[in-house]
């Protein structure tokens, strides 16, 4: 039988955090949880890449809480103004229930979204679900700040990781996502989810069914941090699948910083998306610039994404 790797959260270090604390007994880290599983919505989502959402939807479970605090999230509701009432507590089983449920409802996969501060508890319900007849695969799709020792503990239980890159500069992530460090782990965490489960792979409807697909949020007024960031991925793997994401928009605190109080513009977009074609990077996706209202979610209600 296997042992339940939530009991680690007694010290807490499943992020690169390393809190210590034991959330087991109500304590608290950086995320603000403790050992509940709190999720702030689970449905089919649209909204996705087209591996991703297909026709029928990706099984999204949204977790609360996280473990950086972005100025400019666009889940802010949920992840920064996380309040225990506003979201739902389950147990293991209940969380096995949810996957079932949006497998059986014809979800393409179950989507983890934000996980790396509940990495043991997910990785828990994965192993109850797949008990209980979960088949479709299992997606980790995390802001990229994860633990590699943790991520090497869930091997196997995830079939396809969409992770972030936000910065291949610690300055930018200090100031706009409060963490020292985030340029310095995310080389290693793309490295560990591409060993994992190797670059992307679709069935004959073009659903993702394995591998890697890595996103990049291209922020106004910082283009060398996205063509640093594009060049690792390139240099990674020249087939790997990037996302290139253009639906940036001012949301809760980017008002106080100028650079990025402002939409992206159509010329700093296509200047990227250029230079990733320059780096070979023939596997990426790209979005139109009304992407920037258009998937702006509101979890303040009960479907909180445009269909």
């Known amino acids: 039988m296997n042992q339940s790797l939530t009991d680690q959260l007694e010290k807490c270090e499943c992020c690169p955090r390393r809190c210590g604390v034991n959330r087991l007994e109500g304590e608290t880290g950086f995320c603000g949880t403790g050992s509940d599983i709190e999720i702030s919505h689970a449905g089919l989502h649209f909204g996705e890449e087209p591996p991703i959402s297909g026709t029928n939807g990706s099984g999204a479970i949204f977790f609360s ?14 992840s920064q103004e996380f309040q225990p009432g506003r979201a739902r507590t389950l147990t293991t089983d209940e969380l096995a229930a949810e996957m079932l449920r949006l497998q059986a409802e014809g979800a393409h996969n179950i989507n983890f979204v934000s996980p790396s501060h509940m990495i043991f508890q997910m990785a ?16 980790y799709n995390s802001n990229g700040y994860d633990s590699v020792d943790a991520l090497r503990q869930i091997r196997g239980l995830v079939d396809i990781y969409v992770p972030d890159i ?13 963490v020292d460090d985030y340029a310095d782990i995310v080389p290693g965490v793309l490295g560990e989810m591409l060993d994992q489960v190797g670059r992307l792979v679709t069935d004959h409807d073009g659903i993702a069914v394995r591998g890697l697909l890595v996103r990049h949020l291209v922020l106004p ?14 240099d990674l793997s020249p087939d790997i699948h990037v996302s290139i994401m253009s639906q940036y928009s001012p949301q809760y605190k980017a008002c106080d910083f100028p650079e990025i109080n402002r939409a992206l513009t159509e010329k700093e977009y296509d200047e990227i998306t250029d230079y990733a074609l320059e780096l070979g990077l023939e596997n990426a996706f790209i979005q139109k610039l009304e992407s920037q ?15």
């Open 65 to 78: 809480g996280c473990n950086l605090r972005c100025v400019f999230c666009q889940n802010y509701q949920i």
């Open 124 to 139: 828990d319900a994965i192993r109850s679900a797949k008990g209980k007849g979960l088949i479709v695969p299992v997606l």
């Open 166 to 178: 936000k910065y291949l500069g610690n300055e930018p992530g200090k100031k706009l996502s409060n």
């Open 221 to 234: 007024g910082y283009p060398e941090n996205s063509r640093q960031c594009l060049a690792f991925l390139a």
């Open 293 to 307: 209202t258009h998937y702006l979610p509101d979890f303040y209600q009960e479907r909180p994404f445009k269909r």
